[in-house]
């Protein structure tokens, strides 16, 4: 396989509860992740995609839309969560709790 000069190879992720999609892509070295979204085609299949509110990744770091990458790099666009995680975790041990005290 020959490499054209300027070109990464990068992957687009976005995952549903049932079922991620993987965008494979090969794109100019200088694109920001913004623009590599858009290019993959991601947001014209799920357009509840919101970038202005959705957090995107690189590896599971947050990072901006005006990131750039490396080669081999995986995007990931995360999903809003359903609930809050530290508030879960409090009704979690207060259950616990209520339960020790019978």
Known sequence: M???PNMIHVEVVYALPSEQRVF???VEAELTVGEIIEKS???ALYPEIDLAKNKVGVFSRNVKLDATVHDKDRIEIY???LADPKEIRRK???QAKQAAEK
Do not use: D, F
């Open 2 to 4: 020959s490499t054209v």
């Open 24 to 26: 494979t892509l090969a």
């Open 41 to 43: 085609g991601v947001l």
């Open 79 to 81: 999903r809003p969560l």
């Open 92 to 94: 979690r041990a207060e």
